[in-house]
């Protein structure tokens, strides 16, 4: 199994900025794309950002974070950041790390996904 584990959420004030991180442990794995989604109460999850892990990284954001919000990853350490700039009151839920990839230690390669525990984001003045 891959665990994810999230940090970096708070709160701040509209127009503040934060950074979330999520790193990955785990035993004989691989990891093909980390992405950040997002879920108000009340509303469903939703995409935020997401970074693939080979060549330079492809990304691909929600039109509601474009400009605002940038994703990237340190694959030396499975690790990949939220840098969120200009946050507005609507950005508030609770933020959660997913990974997908393979786990290697069997006859074949088997894919996986995972998920952070979530982490708190809160906008308000």
């Known amino acids: 199994q891959v665990q994810l584990v999230e940090s970096g959420g708070g709160l701040v004030q509209p127009g503040g900025s934060l950074r979330l991180s999520c790193a990955a442990s785990?035993?004989?794995?691989?990891?093909?794309?980390m992405g950040w989604y997002r879920q108000a109460p009340g509303k469903q999850r939703e995409l935020v950002a997401v970074i693939t892990t080979g060549g330079g990284g492809s990304t691909n954001y929600a039109d509601s974070v474009k400009g605002r919000f940038t994703i990237s990853r340190d694959n030396a350490k499975n690790t990949v950041y939220l840098q969120m700039n200009s946050l507005k009151p609507e950005d508030t839920a609770d933020y959660y790390c997913n990974a997908d990839g393979y786990l290697y230690g069997g006859t074949w390669p088997s894919d996986f996904t995972s998920w952070g525990q979530g982490t708190q984001v809160t906008v308000s003045s």
């Open positions: 785990g035993s004989s794995f691989s990891i093909n794309s």
